[in-house]
């Protein structure tokens, strides 16, 4: 039931920070500050060469994220495809490498017909899903469940979380596994998994001022969505949240693309929402955001309090987020992303747990 909540969206965001402490529980070891992953894994890191990562929708951004931590923290090449494409364009894959899955229903078509054909090629089959009961999860060789609990709104939220916290403990154990990550490296990766039901919480704080932008956005017919790094795929996000629950056309970017085309659609009816904490990134996305606002464009920042200090740019309105590590932000960021989302699919009166055209589980292709 929906609790105290108006819809099953804002109940689900609502229980991030205890959905995503119960997946954490299940993948760390607090005591130890180790990573201690709920099944064996059949395989060892050091014998993997690549990684190829498959998934659609929301669950490929949290799989485009993973890349970044994978890449960073093992030294690991990822690629990374949605699975529609992954399953015909006939890639070359490695027998014995490692190809993950990840789907909240566990019974997407294609992303079950990429897995069948990553089988067939010999390589090792690992699947994060939410039902462990379902198809995806019976036909992988290795199932590391997310502890989501049931996702009943269509838009992803909490899935999507608890997809990123068991990913991001997994490339923490590919870098131990693969001696890129120290005793004292893992303990301090640990250390910031273990904050995050807590920012998870901070960050749903934000919820009055953004109900409050939101009548902004539902104002304007096309919005865009910057971010780089790791902000890049939640921008990606961000942008197919607000399309499927509000029918407004957004689009999310890599910030360093903007110049590369987007900034032609820049005026002063285009609100750009950008996603940047304060990190080593964080200067070249102020003078993209600097870009949007010479040209009138109103700008929503979502950072920390160093990030507000440093962009002193006016016609900006800034979300401030807690401090907190700059590998794991995503989990953080994800949540004003998504209550922006939601709150402007209210003020636009859609049905939000049931956008038009959209099925919970995809199972034909
Ligand atoms: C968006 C959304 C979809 C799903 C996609 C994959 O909010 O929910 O994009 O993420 O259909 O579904 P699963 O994860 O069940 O494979």
């Not at 992953?37 to 929301?58: E, N, V």
């Not at 992803?156 to 923490?172: D, E, G, H, I, N």
């Not at 464009?297 to 990030?307: E, N, R, S, V």
């Not at 401090?323 to 699919?345: E, I």
Request: with cysteine; net charge negative; glycine share 6%.
């Amino acid at each position: 039931d929906k609790a105290n909540y108006r819809h099953f969206m804002a109940k689900e965001i609502h229980e991030q920070p205890e959905v995503v402490g119960h997946t954490l529980a299940r993948y760390v070891d607090m005591a130890t500050e180790k990573v201690a992953l709920p099944a064996k894994l059949p395989f060892d890191f050091g014998a993997i060469q690549r990684i190829s990562i498959t998934a659609c929708g929301t669950a490929s951004y949290a799989g485009y994220i993973a890349k970044y931590w994978f890449e960073r923290l093992s030294r690991m090449p990822v690629e990374l495809d949605v699975a529609s494409e992954f399953r015909y364009r006939e890639a070359p894959l490695r027998k014995g490498d490692l190809a993950i899955f990840i789907s909240q229903s566990g019974e997407t078509a294609d992303t079950l017909a990429a897995l069948r054909y990553a089988k067939s090629q010999g390589l090792h089959t690992l699947s994060v899903v939410n039902v462990p009961t379902s198809t995806i999860a019976r036909e992988s060789e290795t199932v590391l469940p997310t502890l989501a609990g049931p996702e009943i709104g269509v838009a992803s939220t909490k899935a999507f979380t608890c997809q990123l916290m068991v990913l991001a403990a997994l490339a923490v154990a590919a870098g131990k596994a693969r001696g890129e990550l120290s005793d004292a490296d893992e303990a301090k990766l640990v250390r910031g998994l273990i904050e995050i039901p807590r920012l998870m919480a901070a960050a749903l704080a934000t919820e009055p001022q953004i109900e409050k932008l939101a009548r902004d956005i539902a104002k304007s017919k096309d919005v865009l969505y910057l971010g780089r790094g790791t902000s890049y795929p939640l921008a990606l996000e961000g942008a197919l949240k607000l399309k499927e629950i509000s029918y407004i056309h957004a689009e999310g970017y890599a910030a360093g693309e903007l110049k590369h085309g987007p900034i032609a659609l820049i005026d002063e009816n285009m609100p750009v929402v950008v996603i940047a904490p304060f990190d080593r990134v964080f200067e070249k996305t102020v003078s993209n955001m600097q870009e949007v606002a010479a040209r009138g464009g109103g700008i929503i920042l979502m950072t920390d309090a160093k990030g507000a200090a440093e962009a002193t740019i006016e016609s900006l309105v800034t979300i401030v987020l807690p401090d907190m590590a700059a590998t794991f932000t995503p989990m953080v960021y994800a949540v004003p992303v998504q209550l922006l989302a939601y709150h402007t699919a209210v003020i636009m009166g859609t049905d939000v747990d049931q956008p038009r055209n959209l099925a919970k589980s995809v199972t034909v292709e």
